[in-house]
T-cell receptor, first 116, second 115 residues
């Protein structure tokens, strides 16, 4: 399977713990995005990378959140000192930069986080 | 700030019939893109159709077509000959044509297809 993959698919943690999610994009894609989706809502943009550079961050991305893409391939999203409000589906998407609407974001299956 | 509104939380359609999902958006920009994404239950989100704001012609992809009304900031999705596999959450999304690549998604419409 050459699509976007995310690991783990589900994560249950206690409030105050740190969690880390991984996203592996489609291999030739140079852009990678993180979104958060809460129940009954559409995805909300968190951040995006072009290669290893983090080019844009949403105001939603508080100091407890950090994302990396060290070699321009896979990416990790870490949440420190988790809070119950962090419970959501975290979606990763990737695309091949083309500067037009032809650039399609391909989404992964998501990591569902539950903070108790 | 840009916003996307989908006023129909749920819709249903009889198999083989046609259904239209509504989407409106708010922006002061003139150069942007609009998308419809489909998210089947417990499955990945996939692109259904896209529209460039500078194009007057409505986009079509097989059974899927849009009605893009730029002045009214409206972007509805029409699904013809509905199939059971069309049942999903449908999200309308907006993206500016600039260096920023992030999408703004609407809250979604849950479509049920009745046999």
């Amino acid at each position: 399977d050459t699509g976007v993959s995310q690991d783990p698919r589900h994560k249950i943690t206690k409030r105050g713990q740190n969690v880390t999610f991984r996203c592996d994009p489609i291999s030739e894609h140079n852009r990678l995005y993180w979104y958060r989706q809460t129940l009954g809502q559409g995805p909300e943009f968190l951040t995006y990378f072009q290669n290893e550079a983090q080019l844009e961050k949403s105001r939603l991305l508080s100091d407890r959140f950090s994302a990396e893409r060290p070699k321009g391939s896979f990416s990790t999203l870490e949440i420190q000192r988790t809070e119950q409000g962090d419970s959501a589906m975290y979606l990763c998407a990737s695309s091949l930069a083309s500067g037009s609407s032809r650039e399609t974001q391909y989404f992964g299956p998501g990591t569902r986080l539950l903070v108790l | 700030a840009q916003t996307v509104t989908q006023s129909q939380p749920e819709m249903s359609v009889q198999e083989a019939e046609t259904v239209t999902l509504s989407c409106t958006y708010d922006t002061s920009e003139s150069d942007y893109y609009l998308f419809w994404y489909k998210q089947p239950p417990s499955r990945q989100m996939i692109l259904v159709i896209r529209q460039e704001a500078y194009k007057q012609q409505n986009a079509t992809e097989n059974r899927f077509s849009v009605n893009f009304q730029k002045a009214a900031k409206s972007f509805s999705l029409k699904i013809s000959d509905s199939q059971l596999g069309d049942a999903a959450m449908y999200f309308c999304a907006y993206r500016l044509n600039n260096y920023g690549q992030n999408f703004v998604f609407g809250p979604g419409t849950r479509l049920s297809v009745l046999p």
